[in-house]
């Protein structure tokens, strides 16, 4: 099919001045004149046909027509950026985009990921975080990394570690436990988990502790350890996630015993064949967990 005749400098004007609703900073941003720039979009209005703003004593009101056209032009011109930058240098840069628990980005990746970019500089990792409800469709990700049993539908589901839970306070509150009952009286911090808490008690011998009456429900392990950080109770929390606050001393694990109810998993769509750079990135992150945990992991 033949493309039809695009006027690229007109639609450059009109992005520019709709995005910024002044000729005179589209302008300065494409570095030609106000009266330039008010031209091309002149000529634009008369090749569609349709006006595109109101010119106003101080700036432009952009009309209907001219809203529907700036977002498929913003794209547009965005993803033309994109391409070009990873075209520069003569070296194709390749993106991928990763969703992870937010307790594993922070906790377990971030402080390996410097080590990835640096061996493969030309694929640029987008990361963003979730609470282990995602959409990877409507998300756009290539990866998911997400906490459970690895049945999600429609996935493709590798298994990483384990990551069991134990409890975990600030030393202030852990010379107050002798025992497992003696957590009984601090407030347990739990997940939206309701099964954690009495799973550890039953791995430490207390199989029918009374009701979890007190305390605050966290869908994040993140905001759970601070508030326990703060001292605001004990977190039932895996200390896998948390190694460089217990390194500190901030934090301390006052029992051994732990419980396990899942493991992190890297997941992607069945119907999305894996990329170079994913085949890249899967590779260094189960070499990463290897070198970490070993097999039993």
């Given amino acids: 099919m033949t493309r039809p005749y695009l006027?690229?400098?007109?639609?450059?004007?009109?992005?520019?001045?709709?995005?910024?609703?002044?000729f005179t900073r589209a302008g300065d941003e494409l570095n030609v004149t106000q009266a330039a720039v008010s031209h091309q979009v002149k000529?634009?209005?008369?090749?569609?046909?349709?006006?595109?703003?109101?010119?106003?004593p101080r700036g432009l009101m952009i009309t209907a027509e001219g809203e529907a056209l700036l977002p498929i032009l913003g794209d547009a011109f965005d993803r033309m950026a994109e391409m070009l930058g990873r075209l520069e240098g003569g070296q194709v840069r390749e993106i991928m985009m990763v969703g992870a628990v937010g307790t594993f980005a922070v906790g377990w990746l971030l402080p390996r990921l410097a080590e990835f970019q640096a061996r493969h500089p030309l694929i640029d990792v987008r990361l963003s975080t979730h609470n282990n409800r995602v959409d990877m469709?409507?998300?756009?990700?290539?990866?998911?990394?997400r906490f459970g049993d690895g049945a999600w539908y429609g996935c493709d589901a590798e298994p990483l570690f384990e990551a069991p839970l134990s409890p975990l306070c600030t030393p202030r509150v852990a010379a107050t436990l002798s025992a497992p009952d003696d957590l009984m009286?601090?407030?347990?911090?739990?997940?939206?988990?309701?099964?954690?808490?009495?799973s550890w008690f039953a791995a430490a011998g207390i199989?029918?502790?009374p009701p979890l009456v007190r305390g605050i429900t966290f869908d994040s392990s993140l905001a759970m350890m601070e508030a326990a950080t703060q001292g605001a109770g004990v977190a039932l929390a895996p200390p896998r996630m948390f190694e460089r606050q217990l390194a500190t001393g901030n934090i301390v694990q006052p029992f051994a015993t732990t419980t396990s109810?899942?493991?992190y998993w890297l997941t992607r769509q069945i119907s999305r064949a894996p990329s170079a750079a994913m085949a890249?990135?899967?590779d260094w992150l189960q070499d990463a967990v290897?070198?970490?945990?070993?097999?039993?992991?």
């Fill in 43 to 56: 000529l634009l209005e008369q090749r569609l046909g349709v006006v595109l703003f109101k010119r106003l």
């Fill in 7 to 22: 006027p690229l400098n007109a639609l450059r004007a009109f992005e520019a001045s709709a995005r910024l609703r002044s």
């Fill in 185 to 198: 009286q601090h407030t347990l911090l739990r997940s939206y988990r309701e099964n954690e808490w009495p």
């Fill in 137 to 145: 469709a409507a998300e756009g990700l290539d990866f998911a990394i």
């Fill in 280 to 282: 890249t990135f899967r």
């Fill in 261 to 263: 109810l899942g493991r």
């Fill in 207 to 209: 199989p029918h502790p």
């Fill in 290 to 297: 290897h070198q970490a945990y070993g097999e039993a992991a």
